[in-house]
């Protein structure tokens, strides 16, 4: 319990750390987005306008120390600031609107890659020296493409050649959204291929790592022993081998929990996915600095909650790191 | 009468460069009951001939010849080489358990001592409700000397010794005819070990399970043992009873062990030790594996290789004085 309490202050303080730093960062740079807008417009602007857009984008000429305390108040609120691109659309509104995207999808994919992975990797330790061993060079040539590559493949095969399935956005433009079995089919529908991309680039890393750490874990006397015990060979397998061997990689999963939030950047702009990645792409482009803020924080945030959730995992698995 | 009968028994590893007899030709009886010590060097195959016997040889390891009869009490046999997946899992800790060199390892480090004796019993004896295997269990920590409540202990909880205690726990757990202790006190200082081995004596008295006891070091074997097998380079050497070995070897290895540390009690002699390196397996010394390094060597040692022949309190694979091994009685301590 302490080190989960020393754990959770220890977040808070990066979790603090990294606010501040979303705060500074765009300050400490030169010009701000209306001085943008103003310099694409070849200065043809009236002063009264320029003074205007800074009101409404919220760009005061207030002292640092006073802009951070609003910040932090308006933090405390929700309030992340208007999106230029999206003018005058909040950035919370736009995230709120694109996030369920990205963790129904990205999440799920990962989710589903790491299971299956997991287990693959785990199969393939304990029955090495069989036709399993083929998965191998196979795992290792997926583990070598990027993602955008098959990406890019999964499109053109599947969407483009075969018209399998759809390239673009995430439900069909002839269902209206809502909780009927038609818009949850065009959602599965749309999504499936983005989703297939992750998983597929994804999950020979689950595999290899997996397999690695069992082949170790299988020559650890205490699986020698289950075996001498004459458990079944699946209670060694799961009970003793994959158990332990899956301590390790747990740090690894939660980091990719994490960065799900993120979304999957490429995958997304390929697939003209509406998810957080291809937000964060059209804020690139605005120079939309508050969207690109607003984005930047809630990935920050999520990265640390699933460390803290890998910790508090690590405590349920790992009775030797209950201190 | 015999629990367990190995005949011819022989382990290779294979390599790149060949088969490597790791056990060779093995015979060995063990009595029911009985404390049969198994000494020898380090890479001398005691452990190899040990995983083998409870079926527990990985590749690249297998057994290549030989047989394992296993005798239950009713009379009925059973060859352990041939037992199918299902009677193997049922042999396995019901009828033969094992403790392993190091209880550090052999414990699962994420589950509770507890945990860890009942999947053992939830297995072998279906029947038995939740209720009493929790008081198997406690009962068993009880009996091996550790307070009951740390049966909802994890192994990195105890000390080396507990933990030690707890293997010998679980291998009690179904009441076993063999239990195979491959070294299961080296890693302990000696006012443990004592304790340990005591308790072993005290448990063997009890539920009158044989113990085939692995250990390199022979003078603690000479004080528990009824018999001792003596391998060299994967073959059994010299066995007998633990006094005919400690007064009269007749293997110049089995002296060489016994000279090698000073006798407490007893007129004083000379350390001699064993010179050389023992040999290596992947080409193994001509005749008589131990020649090279035996000080009774004569021309016949390197050709001929001396088979296990019957003497007095033993057996010995020695071609000195017409195969009944060397004459060196010892005084008695």
């Known amino acids: 319990m302490r080190f989960l309490l020393r754990r959770l202050g220890f977040y808070l303080l990066t979790a603090w750390a990294a606010v501040t730093l979303n705060f500074l960062i765009p300050r400490l740079m030169p010009g701000d987005p209306v001085d943008l807008l103003v310099a694409r417009l070849k200065g043809n602007v009236d002063p009264a306008a320029i003074d205007a857009m800074k009101r409404a984008f919220g760009i005061s000429d207030a002292n640092l120390w006073q802009q951070y305390v609003d910040y932090l108040g308006n933090l405390a609120q929700g309030e992340l600031g208007r999106s230029i ?47 399993l061993d083929g998965v191998l060079p196979a795992a290792t040539f997926m583990h070598a493409v990027p993602y955008f590559w098959v990406a890019l493949a999964l499109v053109f095969v599947f ?38 991309t992750i998983v597929l680039a994804s999950m020979a ?36 081998a994959a158990r332990n061997a899956i301590l390790p990689n747990i740090t690894s999963f939660a980091l990719s929990l994490g960065f799900v939030v993120g979304g999957s950047v490429l995958t997304e702009i390929v697939f003209s996915y509406p998810g957080i990645g291809s937000m964060l792409l059209k804020g690139v482009e605005n120079e939309d600095f508050p969207l690109m803020q607003g984005i930047f924080l809630v990935i920050s945030l999520a990265v640390l909650v699933a460390n803290f959730l890998a910790d508090l995992a690590y405590v349920i698995l790992d009775p030797r790191t209950r201190q | 009468m015999n ?51 409870a079926r527990l040889l990985r590749p690249p390891a297998a057994i290549t010849s030989g ?38 390892n052999s414990l699962n480090p994420v589950a509770t001592i507890g945990a860890q004796i009942d999947d053992v019993l939830r297995i072998h004896a279906p029947g038995m409700s939740r209720k009493a295997r929790a008081e198997r269990a406690a009962e068993l920590l009880r009996r091996v000397g550790i307070n009951a409540d740390r049966r909802r202990g994890y192994p990195h909880e105890l000390s080396g010794g507990m933990r030690q205690r707890a293997a010998i726990a679980i291998a009690l757990a ?30 063997r008295e009890e539920y009158g399970f044989a113990v085939v006891f692995i250990t ?118």
């Open chain 2, 67 to 104: 047989s394992v009869r296993y005798r239950r009490r009713d009379g009925t046999e059973a060859d352990v080489l041939a037992l199918g997946p299902k009677q193997l899992r049922a042999f396995r800790w019901k009828e033969l358990a094992v403790v392993f060199q190091s209880a550090m």
């Open chain 2, 216 to 333: 390199h070091d022979l003078s603690l074997l000479m004080e528990i043992s009824d018999r001792i097998a003596v391998m060299y380079a994967g073959r059994v050497v010299e066995v007998g009873t633990a006094r005919a070995l400690r007064t009269a070897p007749r293997h110049p290895y089995t002296e060489g062990l016994l000279r090698s540390f000073p006798r407490l009690r007893g007129p004083r002699e000379e350390l001699l030790g064993i010179p050389g390196t023992p040999p290596d397996l992947r080409s193994p010394p001509s005749g008589c594996a131990f020649h090279p390094r035996c000080r009774y060597a004569f021309d016949g040692c390197s050709d001929q290789r001396p088979e296990l022949r019957p003497v007095p309190g033993g057996e010995v694979a020695c071609l000195l004085n017409e195969g009944t091994g060397a004459d060196t009685v010892r005084e008695a301590s």
């Open chain 1, 85 to 131: 691109t999206f003018f005058p659309t909040e950035v919370s509104t736009v995230i709120a609107g694109s996030l369920p995207w990205t963790i129904g999808v990205v999440g799920v994919a990962t989710l589903i890659s790491y299971v299956a992975g997991t287990a693959l990797g785990v199969l393939m330790a304990w029955k090495r020296g069989t036709w």
């Open chain 1, 159 to 196: 969407g483009v050649t075969l018209e399998w399935f759809p390239v673009s956005r995430a439900y069909a433009l002839d269902v209206v959204p809502g909780f009927t079995g038609e818009f949850a089919g065009s959602v599965l529908y749309h999504a499936a291929l983005p989703a297939i």
């Open chain 1, 205 to 240: 890393d689950r595999i290899l790592g997996m397999r690695n750490v069992m082949v170790t874990t299988l020559g650890e006397d205490y699986v020698v022993m289950a075996e001498a015990k004459g458990l079944t060979s699946r209670r060694v397998m799961w009970a003793y």
């Open chain 2, 3 to 53: 629990v367990l009968e190995v005949r011819g028994l022989g382990v290779d590893y294979q390599s790149a460069t060949g088969a490597v007899h790791a056990v060779a030709d093995v015979s060995l009886d063990l009595r029911r009951g009985e404390l049969l010590g198994l000494a020898g060097e380090s890479g001398s195959g005691k452990t190899t001939l040990a995983n083998a016997v």
């Open chain 2, 174 to 203: 179904l009441n076993p005819e063999i239990i195979i202790m491959d070294e299961p006190t080296t890693a302990l200082d000696v006012v443990v070990q004592r304790d340990i081995l005591h308790e072993i004596g005290d448990l």
